[in-house]
Structures are given as C-alpha cells and as structure tokens.
C-alpha cells in the first residue's frame, strides 16, 4: 500500500503539471462568450450614464434658454416670477447629491501632511457614487467565473481572459478622459476636473485589472513548468516579454501617482507619467498583434484616439499661433505685491497671430520654451482686448504674404484685428517660478519672448439667463471672475442678458493684490452701467494699516479680516433679483466654504452653484 500511495502521489504531481499546461496559452479555458457579454454591459452602463446626464443637461439648458429669452429687458416684477423654483424634488437633489460633498463639508479641501505633502481631495457625493458603481461592476464582471465541474487551472485562465479583456476595455474611456479636447466636455457640460477625476480612478482600475492578467498567467505557467519555466518563457517569447513591459509600466505610474508625489514633483510626475502611458500603449499593443487577441480591436482604438487627440492640441497650437505672416508675441511683467510672504505674480500678455473670441470662464495651455522648454500649465484667461491692425507698407506686406501689388493696395481693405489675451500666473515653483523671476530680474520688470497658447477651453457655463450672480474669488481665482462681469454689465448694457445685479466678493491678503486687475478693474468701473448692477466687496485678511481698508462709494466696498460666505448669501437672497448663480473660484478651503453656503439657500429659491477648480 505504502508503494502504491507513492506512486499516486508521484503520477498526480505530474498531472498537476501536465492539466495546467494547455491553460498557460492560447484562449484554452477563456470564455469568449461572456466576456463579450460583459463587455456589452459595461458599455451599457456608461452609455445609460451618459445618456442620464445629457437628457438633465438639455433640461436645464432648455430652461436656461426659455428663462434668457423670457427675461430679456424685464422689469424686476417679471424677473420675480424665476425667483421660486416650481418643484420641491430639483432642489432637494441639488443639495443632497448635485452639489453635496461626500460627508458633511469638505470636498476641494486638500489634506495636507505639511506645506509640501499634499494628500489629495475628496469626491464628492455624486462623484463617489457614481466610481464605486463603476468599481463594483468591474470587480463583479471579473469574478463571474466558472468555479465548478472543471481544473483549477481552467478557472485561473479565465481570469485571466476576463481581466486582460477588461483592462484593454477600460483603457479607450481612460484616454478619452485624459484629453484636453474630449468631446463630452462640450456634449454633457461636465468640467475637465471631473473627467480628470475619473480618469484617475479607471486607470487605477486597469493598472489592477492588468496586474491580477499577469498574475493569473503565471499562477498556470508556475504550476505547469515551475520558475525556471516561467523565466524562460518570459525570456523567448516576445508575446509575453510585451505583455510584462505593459503591466510594469501601468504598475510604475500606480506607484508615482500618489496625490503626494503628483504636488511634490509635479514636472517629473508629468514627464514619467507620459512616457510610462506611451511604454504601456506600445507593450499592450504589440502583445495583443502577436497574439492575435479578441479584443486587439480595442488597443486600436486606443491608438486612434491618443493620436488624435495630440493631433488636435497640435492644430489648435498651429492655428491660434501662426497666421498672418507672422507669431504670437509675448509680453511677461512682474507685478507688486512682492516679499513679506505675499503671493507673487505677473502678467503674461498673447498677441496672437490669430483672432480669438474670448468668452468668460475660459483657460489656456501655456507653452514657454525659453523658461520651460517641455512643460505646459493652464492658466485663465483673464481678460481679452482686440485692436485694429494697420496695413504695412507695399514691401512689407509683400514679404508678409498679403498684397502683391499697388493696385491691391489701393482697393478697399478688410478690416483687421489684432487680439491679445492676459493672464495672471501665480508664482509657485518650477515654470512659473522661473517666469517671475526671469521678469523681475529684468530692469523694467517686463520682458518679451517667444511663446505658444493652446485654446481655449472651457467656458460652457452661460450665466446670461439668471437675474443675481454673486462671483466669489480669492487671490488669484479672479481672473476666473473678471471676465464674467465685463460680459454680464455689456450685455446688461446691450439687452442681450436677463442680468440685473452682479455682486463681487473678492478675498485678498493685502491691498498690492488689486493692482494685478486694476486696469481692467478700471475699464469696467468706466462702464455706464456699472453703479445700477454691480457691487464690488474686497475683504482685506492682512492690510498693513487700517488706512488701507477704506471704502470709496456704496458700491466698491472694502472689509478687513475674511469674508463669510454664509453671512453674504443670506443677505443676498433677501434681495435677489429672479434667478441667482453662485459661482466660486479660489482655493479649495473657500470653495467649500461657499459651496455649504450655497447649499444652505437652495431650497428657499432658484439658486445654481457652479465651482471653477482644477484638482490634479
């Protein structure tokens, strides 16, 4: 008996071995069926949410729309009417999910470690729910195996199956997600923040999805030809030695992307973030060409829309910088507000060589090659003035391409216009940094250089319909804000929007701050309209003096010490004028601090919340 039991044991070590063989490759022990079938759910449930936020988007734009065209030219007794909204549900789900943080208050709030070690942000509610969903649906498609009637091995090379598929699934809305030019940007009016948001959580899910692929495999070539084997293997087969490359590099951005590393060395993180997403692109792909995989189709995809993408960024480059014979001129100046411990800044001035329609709320790449030869950053666009262009002598314009002769020059000429954009770029470290100190180091504080600006993007949230719009800023998030008043007091002005009251609440650590703006400050204060629409209200946290803080009319007020958005918004909803938007841009702490305010009010009127943030 002793015998016999050894000679089992022996012959089913070696059948261990010779069943785990044929699932180390090949589809043998992959369910093709149902990984199609789950493939088609997870389509399914993103399409439906897709399709959920596009039907409540053209409701509220269809709303926004009757409300702008109802209330153009309307008295205050008319604009009333938009004051209530008529059903209790829309603002129970704007407080309680739509604009809810996860828990109680905190949500752009960042946890930080120290001053250097920044851990991240909460989701929130609606955010949170929606990746968990997302999550949980992945996790449950990947343990819809077969766990009876057959070899062990068979279930692990289903999984593997299952989770390599779905990795490469997932990977065509994490590149989508990733671009600055996604067209659901546009389509479904969600922010780029929240499209980074998500991108973020799915990568982490291909990155696992990828990692347990690898496993799997190797759990089967371990068991079939021991460690050596799998060495080997790994070693002579380029379809495995692709695939390892992919899953290493998606393993070292799970590793360097931690919120700490991201804030701490921003510029390296980017660098190594893209050159690890081209390695992992290349690896999958060239795994899924020599294998021949079901879902190769899919890392085509993948392909298609990175390269796409880059090559929109790139015409929007060409385009807005290139034209007319000549490029896009940069002008950088130093502005006060420097030393005892102040926010740093300048101004950077676009003459582009094309013109650009400037709408409130946008934001550009900036790429200056003389200060940061690979790194691009968004900044607002603050402000946009545009100019006429006068016509150049004969030889000039010849050199330049336009008139070819006397006679052209002669005939009446089109008129032309040179547009220049402004931005405000804080001082922080690496680019920005290097730009400031490159500025003020000049003699005058201003220099000129050679730079491109790709855009614009964003500004999809129209504030023309609402009767109130209270813009909250602080620090440098005015010059989110600024271009909202210039266009809300022109359209006041010109009868094209339903705005009767525009109020200003912007925080600022010292009075040197106002000077960033003050020429555009200036411009819309000359307006005719301004003292009948817009209040302006500038909380000082840190004058110097009291002399400082002293405020010159009943409509640009100054205020020492933080403001309290509570307190405001409860004074402005006894006085609002029809419908009111609320809208926020400043640090994470203040966006909260508004955003619980506007909650507070919701249910007692027609009150929207919008927040301009760029969480990375």
Not at 347 to 366: C, D, I, M, N, Q
Not at 394 to 405: F, R, T, V, W
Not at 422 to 438: C, F, P, S
Request: aromatic content about 8%.
């Amino acid at each position: 008996m002793p015998a016999v039991s050894h000679d089992n044991a022996t012959a089913s070590g070696g059948g261990v071995k010779n069943a785990a063989m044929p699932y180390t490759h090949g589809m043998t022990g992959v369910n093709l069926s149902l990984d199609d079938k789950v493939t088609f759910a997870l389509w399914i449930s993103i399409i439906a949410l897709c399709s959920v936020v596009l039907f409540a988007r053209v409701g509220q734009m269809a709303n926004a729309h009757l409300r702008h065209l109802l209330n153009l030219n309307a008295s205050p007794a008319q604009l009333a009417y938009w004051e209530t909204d008529k059903t209790t549900l829309w603002p129970k789900l704007k407080r309680h999910v739509l604009y809810a943080p996860l828990r109680k208050k905190r949500h752009n709030k960042e946890f930080m470690l120290s001053s250097a070690m920044n851990v991240g942000t909460l989701p929130s509610r609606l955010h949170t729910a929606i990746l968990v969903a997302y999550s949980l649906s992945n996790v449950a498609y990947c343990a819809l195996l077969d766990y009876h009637g057959r070899p062990q091995a068979a279930t692990i090379a289903e999984l593997r199956g299952r989770t390599g598929h779905l990795a490469m699934v997932n990977m065509v809305p994490l590149v989508v997600l990733a671009g600055r030019n996604n067209p659901f940007i546009y389509l479904l009016r969600v922010s780029f923040d929240t499209y980074n948001l998500f991108h973020r959580w799915i990568g982490r899910l291909v990155v696992l999805e990828a990692i347990v692929h690898t496993i799997a495999w190797a759990v089967n070539a371990y068991a079939a030809k021991g460690s050596k084997g799998v060495s080997e293997s790994l070693r002579s087969s380029p379809f495995l030695g692709y695939g390892l490359l992919g899953t290493i590099a998606m393993t070292l951005i799970l590793i360097q992307s931690p919120s700490i590393l991201r804030h701490a060395f921003y510029e390296t993180f980017l660098h190594c973030h893209q050159l690890l997403a081209v390695a992992a692109i290349i690896g999958v792909w060239v795994h899924c060409r020599i294998g021949e995989l079901p879902g190769t189709a899919y890392i085509y995809w993948v392909v298609a829309l990175w390269v796409l993408e880059r090559a929109a960024r790139l015409f929007r480059i060409v385009y807005r910088n290139v034209g007319g014979g000549g490029m896009t001129k940069v002008r950088v100046e130093a502005l006060p507000g420097a030393g005892d411990g102040h926010l740093e800044a300048c101004r950077v001035s676009f003459e582009l060589a094309r013109p650009w329609k400037f709408s409130p709320g946008t934001h550009g790449y900036v790429y200056l090659p003389s200060v940061s030869f690979w790194m691009n950053h968004p900044f607002s666009i603050a402000w946009s003035d545009t100019r006429p262009t006068p016509y150049l002598s004969l030889e000039k314009e010849i050199e330049a391409g336009l008139p070819s002769s006397q006679s052209d020059l002669d005939s009446p000429k089109p008129e032309r216009h040179t547009t220049t954009v402004h931005l405000i770029v804080a001082k922080r470290t690496g680019m920005t940094a290097a730009l400031y100190n490159k500025a003020r180091a000049s003699p005058s504080g201003v220099i000129t250089m050679s730079g491109l600006i790709e855009g614009p993007y964003g500004g999809n949230d129209s504030l023309h319909s609402y009767g109130t719009v209270i813009l909250f800023a602080a620090g440098i998030g005015i010059t989110h804000q600024i271009g909202h008043i210039r266009d809300l007091l022109t359209g006041h002005l010109e009868g094209t929007t339903a705005t009767q009251k525009v109020v200003l609440v912007w925080t600022v650590k010292n009075t040197e701050t106002l000077e960033w703006v003050r020429p555009w400050m200036d411009e819309i204060l000359a307006l005719p309209n301004r003292k009948q629409v817009l209040k302006v209200m500038l909380f000082v946290t840190r004058p110097r003096s009291a002399r400082e803080v002293v405020s010159r009319s009943e409509t640009v007020l100054m205020f020492p010490g933080r403001c309290d958005p509570k307190v405001l918004m409860e004074r402005e909803m006894e006085t609002r004028i029809g419908a009111m938007a609320v809208t926020v841009c400043g640090p994470g702490a203040f966006g909260d601090d508004v955003r619980a305010a506007a909650r507070g009010v919701v249910d007692r009127g027609t009150v929207d919340f919008v927040e301009e943030a760029f969480t990375w």
